[in-house]
């Protein structure tokens, strides 16, 4: 199994501004995986993240938008740049370990 | 690319009855199908998974069942609780022997709010 602690919780910020979010793993792991869980809907891939080379963004979404870092096997940061209402809503980093992905518990952000 | 659809969205039971939750998948090529449960403001979690050499698994009061086929999967929990209560994802892959590879990714069914009503 994999411990994953993600912060902040959750955050309110206003349009316009840049929200960085942190997510440690306890073990080394090849790839880090982005969601987005807008409220009352299923989770969604924004980008995966591996160690030593740019993160894949899947289509829809941008590194211009939702830059990534991976500077070790054990961190990752996603940022929401220049925020609009339409990006509130929970982000969840996720590793896996074999075939099980562990999640962590979730950022709540709120754009005003 | 993968496309999972999952059905009912919503779903209520009286404690001690039945709930059964279906998805199916489009891509022929995926075989691991597993299921999460997700708690008001928590994390989704892992409850049970299903890999496409066998058609049924069953743990304790919760089983899947997989129709290749048809390409559809489905959970059910028997005597249900009121700790039962959540949403739950289906989702599908593809993964090897070694696990999932970065180009095949977990796809996301949209989701069941299961209220067991005591």
């Known amino acids: 199994s994999a411990v994953i602690s993600q912060k902040p919780s959750r955050d309110i910020c206003q349009r316009g501004t840049s929200l960085t979010i942190q997510c440690q793993v306890d073990?080394?792991?090849?790839?880090m995986f982005w969601y987005r869980q807008q409220p009352g809907q299923s989770l969604t891939l924004i980008a995966t993240?591996?160690?030593?080379?740019?993160?894949?963004?899947e289509s829809g979404f941008v590194i211009d938008k939702f830059p990534i870092s991976r500077p070790n096997l054990t961190f990752s940061t996603l940022t929401v740049s220049n925020m609009s209402p339409e990006d509130s809503s929970i982000y969840l980093c996720?590793?896996?370990?074999?075939?099980?992905?562990?999640f962590g518990q979730g950022t709540r952000l709120t754009v005003v | 690319g993968e496309n999972v659809e999952q059905h009912p969205s919503t779903l209520s039971v009286q404690e001690g009855d039945s709930a059964v939750i279906k998805c199916t998948y489009s891509?022929?090529?995926?075989?691991?199908f597993p299921w999460y449960k997700q708690e008001l403001g928590k994390r989704p979690q892992l409850i049970i998974d299903?890999?496409?050499?066998?058609g049924e698994k069953k743990d304790q009061r919760i089983a899947v069942t997989l129709n290749k086929t048809a390409k559809h999967f489905s959970l059910h929990i028997t005597e249900t609780q009121p700790e039962d209560s959540a949403v739950y994802f289906c989702?599908?892959?593809?993964?090897?022997?070694?696990?999932?590879?970065?180009?095949?990714?977990?796809?996301f069914g949209t989701g069941t709010r299961l209220a067991v009503r005591p």
């Open positions: 996720s590793v896996e370990d074999q075939t099980e992905a562990f």
């Open positions: 073990s080394q792991v090849t790839m």
């Open positions: 993240a591996n160690q030593g080379s740019e993160a894949t963004y």
């Open positions: 891509d022929s090529a995926s075989n691991y």
């Open positions: 299903i890999r496409s050499n066998v």
């Open positions: 989702a599908a892959s593809i993964i090897g022997r070694v696990g999932r590879s970065s180009g095949d990714k977990l796809t």
